[in-house]
């Protein structure tokens, strides 16, 4: 004889898996690449180099906290933002971190204001000492459906720890989801146009006059990094401040740098907080030696995709070297724009 009871019960445990694991589960499995973050950098005090982050190499489970292929550190004031390069709708997330400690993931679409996406716990792993693998992908082995979150649209993902044993860690952090739109998608009709700066400032030491920055000349791709043309400089604390005058919406940059270092370029209305706006890395170009140009503007003969950007209003520019052979070298950067009325 037929149970009725237990059939509807079955019914309804059937119904609710259908109507909410399987839209989760199509979801992300349209989601399955990870997205590959523009950049990543840590604020505060931590151990070893914060691409270790982005790596794509987690450590095995269990590994001390302080383990060389992770980045560690002992205060609360510490976090890492990773620039996804544009904005994405992200889906999920792994991260492995020191299991017995409390970590926060945000997120943010300009780099100023976050919002929380999940909580990490203590008690979401199942590594009691050591690295532990967590994530949120219902198809990865280490899957916590605590961390389920809906999907949000993003730029930035900041991760911190916020109480714990005063020794956290994080060696890895993947992030998942589509692309929203792309900038160019974004833009209107509008006709832009080069921005002529005020000025430009500088800080540190560096050959020739930083005003060859902003001339509006570039010179031949392959010239030599330190041409009379250039700037040119050898340490990483060297930037350089370009004033447009007044607040500007800019849509585009152009740019011509040495082609094997990495650069980073960032943005701010008042000339206080900088948030990046673009990461310039020694394989963007086509020039395997010597001054390279390159552009974010589609349809520009330099154009690189991955430095594209959507508009931002801003005031001020700022550009500096992040790493390379300590043989800096800028000689031009063209920002293209209109102002905010328009």
Known sequence: MINIRSSLRLTLVTLFLVYTLLPLLNAQEEDVEVISPRSVVGEGIYNNNVKILIDGQSPAEGSPWDSPHSIFWENTDTFFVLDLGGVFQITGILIQVD?????????????????????????????????????????????????????????????????????????????FGVRADTPSEALDTGEDRVIRPEGIEAQGEFNNSADLIVDGRIPFEESAWDASECVFWRDVDTSFLIDLGDVYEITGIVVQVDSDDDYRIEFSLAGDDFIPIMEIVRNDGEVAEGMDTMSSIPGHP??????????????????????????????????FGRPPSL
Do not use: C, M, W
């Open 302 to 335: 330099e154009f690189i995709t991955e430095l594209e950007f959507f508009p931002v209003q801003t005031r001020f520019i700022r550009v500096y070297a992040l790493d390379g052979d300590d043989e800096f070298s800028v000689s031009e950067i063209q920002v």
């Open 99 to 175: 299991g017995n400690d409390n970590y926060n993931i945000d997120y943010s679409e300009d780099g100023t204001e976050y919002r929380p996406l999940i909580q990490i716990l203590e008690a979401h792993g199942n590594i009691a000492s050591g690295l532990d693998t967590i994530s949120n992908v219902v198809s990865n082995p280490h899957y916590v459906v605590d961390l389920e979150f809906e999907p949000v649209s993003t730029r930035f993902v900041k991760v911190y720890a916020t109480s714990g044993d005063n020794q956290f860690s994080v060696s890895e952090f993947q992030v």
